[in-house]
């Protein structure tokens, strides 16, 4: 059975930094391409960024581009999201998921910004 | 404003049919495969179609996907209870080189 478990989430004050986790099972995580997904409090899904197989390829939404690095490590099955410079509208549930398509989601974890 | 435009909400009664719109353009709907995504009520989005009309494993044939052009449509016949959802539709952007939801459609069972 697939899961993908994210943590690492919390409160945090405008300019601070908080480093994701999403811990993955039940499939060959290295096979796989991996994204993060956020949903701000009330509103629609965002795509936030995605990182290819062996790491070799990432993409980022504009808005956090320079401030979130998306990194992998295949041996520890795991994904992480650095976020850095974070602002008030990064506020929001995090979810990591499997696949080209998005195919597995996990539960989120919520990031919330505020002094 | 999202690059993909789906109605906000949409309704119908048990049994009967709906569908939901999701308009783009050619640098995303019009040349790349469209996704749709359910999401219950306080949970997470779950994968309902891939590459426009495929279904995974477990999602039952009620659920139909299409696209024409520049836009895509979900169908949900037999509609249940347990449908009520907000449902997203998903695809590439070639030029924003991004994936790009839709603003979500609130589906209500009456």
């Known amino acids: 059975e697939v899961q993908l478990v994210e943590s690492g989430g919390g409160l945090v004050q405008p300019g601070g930094s908080l480093r994701l986790g999403c811990a993955a099972s039940?499939?060959?995580?290295?096979?796989?391409?991996m994204t993060w997904v956020r949903q701000a409090p009330g509103k629609g899904l965002e795509w936030v960024a995605s990182?290819?197989?062996?790491?070799?390829?990432?993409n980022y939404v504009d808005s956090v581009k320079g401030r979130f690095i998306i990194s992998r490590d295949n041996a520890k099955n795991s994904l992480y999201l650095q976020m850095n410079s974070l602002r008030a509208e990064d506020t929001a549930v995090y979810y990591c998921?499997?696949?080209?398509?998005?195919?597995?989601w996990g539960q989120g974890t919520p990031v919330t910004v505020s002094s | 404003q999202s690059v993909l435009t789906q109605p906000p909400s949409a309704s119908g009664t048990p049994g009967q049919r709906v569908t939901i719109s999701c308009s783009g353009s050619?640098?995303?709907?019009?040349?790349?495969?469209v996704n749709w995504y359910q999401q219950l009520p306080g949970t997470a989005p779950k994968l309902l179609i891939y590459?426009?009309?495929q279904r995974p494993s477990g999602v039952p044939d009620r659920f139909s996907g299409s696209k024409s052009g520049t836009s895509a449509s979900l169908a949900i016949s037999g509609l249940q209870s347990e449908d009520e959802a907000d449902f997203y539709c998903?695809?590439?952007?070639?030029?924003?080189?991004?994936?790009?939801f839709g603003g979500g459609t609130k589906l209500t069972v009456l």
């Open positions: 050619s640098s995303n709907i019009g040349s790349h495969n």
């Open positions: 998921a499997s696949g080209s398509q998005m195919d597995f």
């Open positions: 590459s426009n009309n």
């Open positions: 039940g499939f060959t995580f290295s096979t796989y391409w």
């Open positions: 998903a695809t590439w952007d070639g030029s924003l080189s991004a994936w790009v």
């Open positions: 990182i290819r197989q062996a790491g070799s390829e990432e």
